[in-house]
């Protein structure tokens, strides 16, 4: 069984999910203990929500199916309890009676009332009772019963006195068709149309930084070069900022003087290396170079 504190805690998740657009809140609560997925859900497509709850309702567990579908609203509309007060009593944990609820803030695209009716009737045999509140079709003790609950988008203005009126309207539904007996009520809405009252209400909660600067001051993050081009122009500066004394072409040279002073070095030392007598190099004058003339 759902805690019942489950519906006021998804109720109160509302307002992270306003920023959300094309999207509005599902409903559900039941008499029957449901075992129902998707508590973890703040947002979730329409598919899987469907899924979800044909799934819980497999086994016909009530008597009364209402099968409300609201248009033109979304999660906003539905956190003044004040001008919901009585889907705040079903889902926050106030109607004792109530053993199942699942609260969905924001859905994507739209679940449509008329396949969860089919599936109802072809499921459980369940009997279409009427469309829209105030009908007084007869009751029929031999099968489940489905009431179908319609309304219009409330206006733009007095949105809140709208809601209050369509919340009074499905609980005197529960009250005149459910009073007494199990039911299940599955409360669909479909997101409010883009329109100036749309537009007025997302600027509404849109978050406008204060600038706390004039424009006058306002100006460009630049580098700022003129300084730099200024200490290079001039004549002063450090030695270093001034002259380039390691240039490429001055590393090559050095590079290459290395080996050649190395040459120089080897042949100058096997130069001086070298052990001649001066008679080497004097003329013979004795009798022996008169012989051999």
């Known amino acids: 069984m759902a805690k019942s504190l489950l519906g006021a805690l998804a109720l109160a998740s509302l307002p992270s999910a306003l920023a959300f657009r094309n999207t509005s809140p599902f409903f559900f609560f039941s008499t029957s203990e449901l075992l129902i997925e998707g508590h973890?859900?703040?947002?979730?497509?329409?598919?899987?929500?469907r899924?979800?709850?044909?799934?819980?309702l497999k086994g016909c567990?009530?008597?009364?199916y209402f099968v409300v579908q609201q248009e033109g609203v979304s999660s906003a509309d539905f956190?003044?309890?004040?001008?919901?007060?009585?889907?705040?009593?079903h889902l926050g944990g106030k109607d004792k009676t109530i053993r199942s609820v699942l609260v969905i803030p924001e859905v994507v695209n739209q679940i449509e009332p008329t396949s969860i009716v089919s599936y109802l009737e072809t499921q459980c045999g369940a009997k279409m009772l009427g469309s829209g509140v105030g009908d007084s079709p007869p009751l029929s003790r031999d099968s489940p019963r489905i009431v179908s609950v319609?309304?219009?988008a409330p206006p733009p203005k007095d949105r809140a006195k709208a809601m209050d009126n369509i919340d009074g309207w499905l609980d005197k539904?529960?009250?005149?068709?459910?009073?007494?007996e199990d039911y299940t009520v599955i409360y669909t809405t479909t997101p409010r149309t883009n329109g100036p009252a749309d537009v007025s209400s997302q600027n509404q909660h849109t978050y406008q930084m204060e600038d706390p600067f004039s424009e006058a001051v306002q100006m460009e993050l630049?580098?700022?070069?003129?300084?730099?081009?200024?200490?290079t122009t001039s004549g002063e500066g450090a030695l270093f900022e001034k002259y380039q004394f390691l240039s490429p072409g001055l590393f090559m040279g050095l590079s290459a003087m290395?080996?050649?002073l190395l040459i120089l070095y080897v042949g100058l030392s096997a130069m001086t290396s070298l052990e001649v007598s001066y008679f080497a190099f004097s003329k013979e004058m004795g009798p022996a170079a008169q012989k051999k003339q």
């Open 40 to 49: 973890q859900y703040d947002v979730a497509t329409a598919d899987t929500i």
């Open 51 to 56: 899924s979800h709850i044909t799934e819980s």
């Open 61 to 64: 567990p009530s008597r009364t």
């Open 79 to 89: 956190l003044d309890e004040q001008s919901t007060s009585q889907l705040a009593y």
């Open 150 to 152: 319609n309304t219009r």
């Open 173 to 180: 539904a529960i009250d005149d068709y459910g009073g007494g």
């Open 222 to 231: 630049k580098r700022d070069t003129s300084l730099h081009r200024r200490a």
């Open 258 to 260: 290395v080996p050649l």
